[in-house]
Nanobody, 121 residues
Framework: QVQLVESGGGSVQAGDSLRLSCAAT????????MGWYRHAPGQERELVAS???????NYADSVKGRFTISRDYAKNTVYLQMNSLKPEDTAVYYC???????????????WGQGTQVTVSS
């Protein structure tokens, strides 16, 4: 069974850095795209960053220049390096992946369990 396992959240001060990790586990044939979304209280879930199998990246305007997404293809893992964190970055961050398992039915995409990031001023 394919799962996305996240780690790296926490509570930091404004200006600090955090790195989130998300490992896709299970029997995977290929990963087309991986990304990070976030959901803050009272707000809609938004795409933070994504990276395709060709290393094409996409960022929300609010994080450009501060966040960097990268992939380790050998480990089926995606990272989100978050620098110069701001209180408005506080949210639950979710890993998302478009991937093909080696066999069986699969949903349109997969989601991690979420990891809390809290930035205090």
């Amino acid at each position: 069974q394919v799962q996305l396992v996240e780690s790296g959240g926490g509570s930091v001060q404004a200006g600090d850095s955090l790195r989130l990790s998300c490992a896709a586990t299970g029997s995977i044939f290929s990963i087309l795209r991986m990304g990070w979304y976030r959901h803050a209280p009272g707000q809609e879930r938004e795409l933070v960053a994504s990276i395709t199998s060709g290393d094409g990246t996409n960022y929300a305007d609010s994080v450009k220049g501060r966040f960097t997404i990268s992939r380790d293809y050998a480990k089926n893992t995606v990272y989100l390096q978050m620098n110069s964190l701001k209180p408005e970055d506080t949210a639950v961050y979710y890993c998302n992946a478009d991937l093909l398992p080696r066999s069986g039915w699969h949903p349109p995409d997969y989601w991690g369990q979420g990891t809390q990031v809290t930035v205090s001023s």
